[in-house]
């Protein structure tokens, strides 16, 4: 057994110990892309999807730009889509390009920008990805921070092997233009989230990703690239507080260190 594999076996270990012990709800698909070894937990469980679901939202928008609109043109952002707590909100300029609104909702997470995005291309759009590619359990209901509709159940879902699917699609250039999928990973590559899977990783490593939160839910889904290109999607799920969601964070922070744990002489 060669050393990731081994590496990839421990961390399934470890994950599932932490997640039984803190009794989260945890999901995990770890695979070598280069050998296609893999080992998972849970994969097929069905997740809030939290941020997560702005990766197909924004190859969505990639694949149509050049068609009814292009990365340079300018939207204006409404009083509906401006949710607090996002960067063009904070900014305050009201007028964004795409490409700007598309950035800040990859780097920062941002949700206006999201909401805009949303707008722009449709839930219809998006969710043809889904059907496409099979991902059965994921779907595109709601905008973000629209906690009315999450009271009245209608939310945005995906599992850890629906987002593996999109990832490896990406990563193969499949389905999507090579031009989509290379813009995509560079782009994810500048998430600035480090509180999930790169954790308790000291060293830097190239990492295209997109993470996600809300008081229940922590996820983070992506791929490493180095010796080995690694598809890791951790989506973890446990009940609402602050010591809770610590938890769910330092549970996938430990998928993330024994996957890339540096070797002691």
């Keep these: 057994m060669n050393q990731m594999r081994e590496r990839m076996n421990q961390a399934l270990i470890i994950a599932e110990e932490m997640a039984d012990r803190h009794k989260i709800s945890l999901s995990l698909v770890i695979e070598d892309l280069q050998s296609a070894e893999r080992v998972s937990l849970k994969e097929d469980l069905v997740h809030s999807s939290a941020s997560t679901i702005k990766i197909p939202l924004m190859l969505a928008v990639m694949e149509e730009e ?73 779907r595109l209901r709601r905008k973000m ?35 989509t999928c290379s813009m995509g990973l560079s782009l994810m590559k500048r998430c600035r989230d480090k509180k999930l899977l790169k954790r308790f990783i000291p060293q830097e490593l190239p990492f295209a990703h997109k993470s996600g939160g809300l008081d229940e839910v922590s996820h983070d889904a992506g791929i490493f690239f180095g010796n080995n290109n690694l598809l890791v999607c951790a989506f973890s799920t446990s009940k609402k507080g602050t010591r809770n969601t610590l938890l769910r964070e330092q549970t996938i922070g430990h998928i993330g260190r024994c996957l890339f744990k540096e070797r002691r002489v």
């Design 66 to 138: 050049g068609r009814a609109f292009t990365f340079s043109d300018v939207i204006e952002l409404t009083d509906e889509q401006a949710v607090d707590f996002s960067v063009v909100t904070q900014i305050g300029e009201r007028r964004y390009s795409v490409l700007e609104y598309l950035q800040w909702m990859m780097l920062e997470s941002c949700n206006a920008s999201t909401n805009v995005l949303i707008d722009l291309v449709g839930y219809d759009r998006v969710n043809r990805i889904f059907d496409d590619l099979e991902m059965k359990e994921t």
């Design 145 to 179: 921070m629209d906690m009315e509709a999450r009271k009245k159940g209608v939310d945005n879902t995906t599992s850890a092997q629906d987002m593996a699917i999109l990832l490896q699609k990406m990563y193969k250039k499949e389905y999507f233009s090579a031009s």
